[in-house]
């Protein structure tokens, strides 16, 4: 009964829930967001440049031909959100757009965030989002793999290697030329985001103090810093090995050698056998050497159509010889194999420590050429545009809810318009939201939750006594009996038949036991 009115509470306060679900509201873009898309238009806007760049080896054919749209998810999970989605397989795309403003890498932190759908899985591919350098000769209608960039952040997945790339380009103060950096990839395992066919939420947050943050799905999976966590590193070593510096010809690095007063035992026979048969058992009784175990089936006749030119000298089957039917064995006997206990092996020089070790030889170190010092590698080179330059063997990736901004508040405001309209509630929460319009759920919670506590109290705990032992309503009927209250020495007042109160007492109580008493012997003795 409890269960049947549980499931009826749950399905009565979920009902409400659903009504409001699955319907998107459109998100304005902050105004003071250096990007923001939320892909809510039917088509692409004109913001977003496709790109025609060509292939270097034939001009006259587009390097990226893959199809970009703009459109709703093949399972919705709100009514009316669309996305941008990576149409074709095995494609190259590429498009991009303008920033609101440049921004530059100064005093203030970065914050970047978009989401990613992998609707069929993926196979090969990556959906990694790209910030552009500035520069006066960017044109997004040119953008390709050699358009420099200054960060690259997003999911990336190839053969069973799942990665979330953060790359920055640093710029060498010493020689002006730009190298790839790359964090350290989390430890954390990624592959549900990648397979389990839901939108994720992938967060970069990148601080004046060179310090960041990697967040899939507002989770933290990846924390470091630009000094101490990238491959290369961004400061290269005070000191190198010396190229020029050679290992010396007399220099003995063997930390063993063979033991030079060893010599071989004159009894070691290296010929001995590992194995000798066993000269304790004999041929059983009955074995019969001259015959084979197997013999040429008599009855058997060649194939009708057997030619002797064509398929050679015809054979009959064998099958078990009737000789040996009742014989111990046949055909040659031999011995069972046994470890030869002369067997020795092969005789070899123990070995010694090397009385002339020198350890193992490392050239010497010299002071870095290429050395510098960047204590600020967070300032990076100003970004003017935020693309997708992309390949993948699987189609219809969706991309969705960009944001590129320096306040963390509005990155927390947008997060929850956006990402916080897929979030579904929990059971409790739904629980009081169905109250909202059903303020009688109330009864039946206490009902279906109450009512099983006090059962469950009264079947564990059935002589618990409840109120201070102090009172006189802490015993029960079934206690020992107690000494009267001190508060009433003299008795407690009772009603008579007439209605008048009288005093009663111990020792009244005790006159009437025996008045009891000698009316049934009286009674007994007229009897």
């Known amino acids: 009964m409890i269960s049947l009115l549980s499931s009826l509470c749950l399905c009565l306060a979920f009902s409400p829930a659903q009504e409001d679900q699955g319907v998107y509201r459109s998100v304005a873009a902050p105004s003071q967001a250096y990007f923001a898309e939320t892909f809510d238009t039917d088509s692409l806007d004109r913001k977003w440049v496709l790109s025609r760049a060509v292939k270097e080896e034939d001009a006259d054919v587009h390097k990226y031909d893959g199809e970009w749209v703009v459109e709703e998810p093949e399972k919705q999970v709100l009514l009316g959100n669309k996305g941008l989605v990576l149409k074709s397989p095995g494609r190259h795309h590429a498009i991009a757009a303008y920033l609101r403003t440049v921004h530059h890498f100064r005093d203030k932190p970065l914050f ?9 899985g993926i196979d090969c591919g990556g959906a990694y989002i790209k910030l552009l350098t500035h520069s006066d000769d960017l044109r997004l209608s040119q953008f390709s793999d050699v358009t420099p960039y200054s960060i690259m952040f997003g999911p990336d997945k190839c053969g069973s290697t799942y990665k979330v790339h953060f790359i920055f380009r640093h710029r060498n103060p010493r020689t002006g030329t730009y190298e790839e950096k790359h964090a350290w990839q989390p430890e954390n395992d990624l592959s549900d985001y990648f397979i389990d066919h839901k939108p994720h939420l992938y967060s970069l947050n990148l601080y004046p103090d060179n310090t960041f943050q990697i967040l899939i799905d507002q989770t933290l999976v990846k924390t470091g810093s630009l000094l101490e966590d990238m491959d290369p590193p961004v400061v290269p070593p005070r000191e190198i090995e010396d190229p020029e510096d050679t290992k010396p010809s007399d220099w003995d690095d063997r930390r063993h050698i063979p033991d030079p007063t060893a010599a071989k035992p004159h009894d070691w026979d290296e010929e001995a056998p590992r194995l000798i048969a066993d000269p304790t058992v004999q041929r059983p009784a009955g074995w019969i050497e001259e015959e084979g175990p197997f013999v040429p089936d008599p009855k058997a006749q060649p194939p009708h159509d057997w030619s002797v030119e064509m398929d050679g000298e015809w054979e009959a089957p064998l099958i078990p010889n009737p000789a040996c039917a009742e014989a111990a064995g046949c055909g040659p006997w031999k011995p069972p194999m046994m470890p030869n206990p002369a067997y020795k092996g092969k005789w070899r020089v123990p070995v010694v420590d090397n009385p002339n070790y020198q350890g193992k030889w490392q050239p010497r170190m010299i ?27 699987t189609g219809d990736v969706l991309f969705d809810n960009i944001l590129l901004c320096d306040d963390l508040e509005m990155a927390k405001r947008w997060t929850e318009d956006t990402w ?34 006090i059962l469950f109290v009264s079947l564990m705990w059935p002589d618990k006594r409840f109120g201070p032992s102090t009172e006189d309503y802490y015993y029960k009927k079934s206690d020992e009996p107690q000494p009267d209250s001190p508060q009433d020495p003299e008795g407690h007042t009772a009603l008579t038949d007439s209605g008048a109160k009288v005093k009663t007492g111990p020792r009244k109580r005790e006159t009437r036991k025996a008045q009891k008493k000698s009316d049934l012997e009286l009674k007994e003795i007229s009897d």
């Open 112 to 120: 970047l965030q978009y989401e990613v759908h992998f609707q069929k």
């Open 367 to 393: 002071p870095n050429p290429a050395y510098f010092e960047d204590p600020q590698p967070f300032r990076m080179s100003p970004v003017g545009a935020i693309g997708f330059e992309l390949w993948s063997l």
């Open 420 to 453: 916080g309209q897929r979030k579904t509630p929990g059971i409790l929460e739904q629980l009081l939201l169905a109250t909202a319009k059903r303020p009688w759920l109330w009864g039946v919670y206490v009902f279906t939750v109450g009512l099983p506590i």
